[in-house]
C-alpha cells in the first residue's frame, strides 16, 4: 500500500495559519488521488480537500476559499495550507490516498488546535 504520513500539527492562535504535509511515497508514481479529511472531538470525521492524480482540486464549502490543496511529484507528498483558522477548525487532520494502484491507505493523523 500507499502509506501516507501527515506532519505539520499544531496549536495557533484564530486568524492563524498552518501547513500540514501528507507525505506518501510512491503516491505519484502509482498515480493516486490523495484526500484530506478531519475528526473533531466527538464529531464524525468531515471531508476537507482533494488532488486527483492529475491536479483537479475541490474543497468542502467550510474551508473553500481559506485552505489551499497542492502537491508536490518529486517529493511525494501532499500539502494543505490552512489560512484564517478558528476555533472551528480544530481536529485532527487525516489524508488518504485512493484510486490508483495500491492507494487504499490513510494516516494516523495530525492535531490542529485552534485556539480563540
Known amino acids: 500500500q500507499v502509506q501516507p504520513v501527515e506532519s505539520g500539527g499544531g496549536s495557533v492562535q484564530a486568524g492563524g495559519s498552518l501547513r500540514l504535509s501528507c507525505t506518501a511515497p510512491g503516491f505519484t508514481s502509482n498515480g493516486c488521488d490523495v484526500d484530506w479529511y478531519r475528526q473533531a472531538a466527538g464529531k464524525q470525521r468531515e471531508w476537507v480537500s482533494s488532488?486527483?492524480?492529475?491536479?483537479?482540486?475541490t474543497y468542502a464549502l467550510s474551508v473553500k476559499g481559506r485552505f489551499t490543496i497542492s502537491k508536490d511529484n518529486f517529493k511525494d507528498t501532499v500539502y494543505l495550507q490552512m489560512n484564517s483558522l478558528n476555533p472551528e477548525d480544530t481536529a485532527v487532520y487525516s489524508c488518504?490516498?485512493?484510486?490508483?494502484?495500491?492507494?487504499?491507505?490513510w494516516g494516523p493523523g495530525t492535531q490542529v488546535t485552534v485556539s480563540s
Open positions: 488518504k490516498t485512493r484510486n490508483g494502484y495500491r492507494c487504499s491507505a
Open positions: 488532488i486527483s492524480t492529475y491536479g483537479t482540486t
